[in-house]
């Protein structure tokens, strides 16, 4: 009788050991599993505001952008395949002090840049502080900068004129104004003042788009949101034409010009019926088309052109996704390009040597840039 309660005992203190070993199933004597780590969060850089993109000849991406923890314009190169970048902070760059940013500069809102036929690189911004419209160049390691206009500077659209010359579109005192540099001096000239309506006070130059043709004439799309209109003013500095391009509802927010086998097309925000349009220019009348029509698109369109036929970039508000729009054989397909968090912000687009596109994009969950080259 003790041998079999000492078998009995001894059987109890196996099977309580037996968990040290990892051998043995019972309940009440299993170890806690181990807590998972947290997920690593995704970085944030707090850069690409406003974002704009151009190539240079050697097919290099030029960025110019705000970045918001300084409130200053930046610019990026990108060399080789993949990228590598190159960075500069500009302009308006404010000290950081205790980790505030002290001072009072606004600055690389509605940033644009251009690369003259030198190869030097041309970037505009407004100083939304001071509400005055600056510009940069680069000579050497260098930055050249200056205040081309006091009085205001948003939407500003950059190029380049004769090859030479920076010359800007932007909104001030709600109206559209345009400045160009020439033999080292700035002159600034107000292209269109507007009208009143019933309902409205003028204001015109919203969403400036500046392209300068192939024969060199400059042309420049903008919204005049009184009357709900795309209009478009054509000519060289210091003679403009203006002309209502689309007047039909409430359209012409975020419209892109370009220029493909000697005419002049424009895709643009059709914001009564919340579209995507696109049109042709025939010198007297625009010949557009709906390309999307699901709830919310057409923001922040941007279109380049590659053996003949037109890409469209653009936002879905709805979804926060970035769209496309592709033309093949006349026909157009539509498709959702990149979901990958809150993306297609402050697009452009554009075609290198090869005839590949280039397109670049602000993701607003990262709060930084997308560059695709596809």
């Not at 010359?167 to 700035?186: E, H, M, P, Q, T």
Request: aromatic fraction near 10%; charge should be negative.
């Amino acid at each position: 009788m003790h041998s079999s309660l000492l078998r009995t005992s001894l059987l109890v203190l196996l099977c309580c050991a037996l968990p040290l070993l990892g051998a043995c199933n019972c309940e009440d004597v299993g170890e806690e599993p181990p807590t998972p780590e947290p997920p690593t969060p995704e970085p944030t850089y707090n850069r690409g505001f406003y974002l704009d993109m151009t190539l240079d000849s050697q097919d290099r991406v030029w960025l110019a952008y705000q970045n918001a923890d300084s409130t200053s314009l930046e610019v990026a190169r990108g060399d080789g395949e993949p990228l590598e970048w190159t960075r500069w902070t500009v302009d308006g760059a404010g000290e950081v002090i205790g980790g505030l940013l002290t001072g009072n500069y606004d600055g690389g809102n509605y940033a644009s840049i251009a690369i003259d036929e030198a190869g030097m690189p041309h970037a505009v911004h407004w100083d939304k502080d001071e509400d005055r419209l600056r510009w940069a160049t680069l000579s050497g390691e260098e930055w050249t900068k200056f205040t081309v206009d006091e009085s205001g500077g948003q939407f500003a659209s950059l190029g380049i004129y004769g090859g030479t010359d920076p010359i800007v579109s932007y909104r001030a005192d709600g109206a559209l104004k345009v400045a160009v540099r020439s033999n080292g001096a700035w002159t600034i000239e107000t292209v269109d003042s507007g009208e009143a309506t019933e309902e409205a006070t003028a204001d015109v130059g919203q969403y400036s788009d500046l392209l300068v043709a192939a024969d060199g004439t400059v042309y420049i799309a903008y919204y005049d949101s009184a009357a709900g209109d795309l209009k478009v003013a054509h000519g060289i500095p210091g003679n403009w034409n203006l002309a209502v391009w689309a007047s039909e509802g409430d359209v012409g927010q975020w419209p892109s010009l370009s220029e493909e086998a000697g005419l002049l097309y424009v895709s643009y925000l059709d914001a009564g019926n919340k579209n995507l349009m696109f049109g042709s220019w025939t010198g007297t009348s625009l010949e557009s088309e709906v390309i999307d029509d699901a709830d919310f698109v057409g923001a922040d369109s941007a279109h380049s052109w590659s053996d003949g036929a037109a890409t469209i970039m653009y936002h879905d508000g709805v979804n926060n996704d970035a769209k496309v729009a592709t033309q093949v054989d006349g026909d157009w397909t539509v498709e959702t390009h990149m979901n990958a968090g809150a993306v297609g912000f402050f697009n452009s687009l554009a075609t290198d040597s090869e005839g590949k596109l280039v397109w670049s994009t602000f993701n607003h969950t990262t709060t930084d840039i997308i560059v695709q080259r596809f």
